[in-house]
């Protein structure tokens, strides 16, 4: 996997690798290898990408007119 500088961000002192939505969007699901290099070495690391969760229903998909109803009676009772 060869990821551009322009899809990850690093810190000094220590090594924080984080990649970006755009990167991860990019993975395919199971087991990738990353090969990281640096001015004095390099080292491989293992990733393992798994699916993204399913996002729940809320319940925001309540009929719009049945709202509109109870509003306009809330109004009329005021």
Do not use: W, Y
């Not at 899809?7 to 993975?27: A, G, H, M, Y």
């Not at 004095?40 to 990733?47: A, C, H, V, W, Y």
């Not at 990408?49 to 809320?58: H, L, N, S």
């Amino acid at each position: 996997m060869l990821v551009r500088e322009s899809r990850f961000d690093t810190e000094s002192i220590r090594l924080k690798l984080i990649l970006k939505e755009s990167c991860l969007n990019s993975l395919k699901v199971g087991e990738d290898t990353a090969h990281i290099s640096f001015e004095d070495g390099s080292m491989d690391t293992k990733l393992t990408i798994k699916p993204a969760p399913e996002v729940p229903k809320t319940g925001d998909s309540t009929a719009p007119i049945l709202q509109l109803v109870l509003m306009v009676i809330g109004i009329a009772m005021i």
